[in-house]
């Protein structure tokens, strides 16, 4: 079975780390259209939408997921592994904030 990896190992190409405590994680995370960030993983966290679109999520079980981001909408979503995709034409701009145990 395949080892899935951080969020910002595997999809060092959308992510920039922001700051990090004993407590949380900070990130940014910034699609492209049509880029996709490997399947990875995150513990409990929340999602802030900077800029909105359309990504296509993919779980680790193969289920998919196409979710409409809004503009300063924040999101809470439990621990996952899960592939993204900006399936639109503008760029997707996230925070993600990954609560640690």
């Known amino acids: ?4 990896l951080d969020a910002l190992q595997a999809a060092s190409s959308v992510t ?20 996709k960030a490997a399947m990875h993983s995150h513990p409990d966290h ?28 924040a999101i809470w979503m439990d621990a996952t592994s899960h592939s993204a995709e900006n399936l639109g034409k503008t760029d997707v701009h996230l925070l993600v904030v990954e609560l640690k145990a």
């Open 46 to 73: 929340v999602i802030y939408v900077l800029n909105g679109g359309k990504l296509k999520l993919t779980t680790s079980k193969g289920k998919t997921q196409e979710v409409d981001l809004k503009a300063w909408q």
């Open 16 to 35: 920039k780390p922001i700051m990090e405590n004993d407590r949380v994680r900070v990130f940014d995370a910034w699609f492209k259209p049509g880029v």
């Open 1 to 4: 079975m395949e080892e899935i």
